[in-house]
């Protein structure tokens, strides 16, 4: 099994509308075809993981690829994994409104780019490492 993270970025804008109908077909494609994984979407640039048998994911990731939606596609990860990440998710989604984000803590430091220590990313792994390459990538 294989967990693959990419980053991209929207040709043209995304509505809210737009961003369900993408979950909803992510989430039967995936379901069908035995695939996890977490859709983060933050200013026309996406980041994903899919998660599940090699051959499952190279093909979707192929597919994405080729998508007329995405431009400046990178992997930014690719690991054998022995246990999935978002076992139960067909497909995370999360969006927050700016209201929302500015109550989170740490959420003005990690727009702005503050500089993870060592211990930042030993402490936030995997995941710290693909969403730092979002911020720092994608802004």
């Known amino acids: ?13 995304f509505s809210p509308a737009d961003l369900r109908e ?15 994984g977490m859709l983060l979407h933050a200013g026309g640039h ?9 051959d499952v994911v190279d093909a979707t990731f192929t597919r994405i690829e080729r998508d007329h939606r995405h431009r400046n ?4 990860l690719r ?3 022995d246990t999935r990440t978002f076992p139960e998710w067909s497909m995370g989604f999360e969006t927050l409104g700016p209201d ?10 990690y727009l702005r780019g503050r500089p993870m220590s060592p211990e930042d990313t030993q402490a936030f792994g995997r995941p710290g490492i693909f969403h730092r390459l979002f911020r720092d990538k994608m802004r």
């Open 1 to 13: 099994m294989i967990s693959l993270t990419y980053l991209s970025t929207a040709t043209t804008p």
């Open 22 to 36: 993408l979950l909803r077909a992510s989430r039967e494609r995936n379901h069908a075809n035995e695939l996890t």
């Open 46 to 54: 996406f980041i994903q993981t899919l998660e599940g048998a090699e």
């Open 73 to 76: 596609v990178y992997v930014a």
């Open 79 to 81: 690991d054998d994994v």
């Open 100 to 109: 929302e984000t500015a109550l989170l803590p740490g959420f003005n430091d």
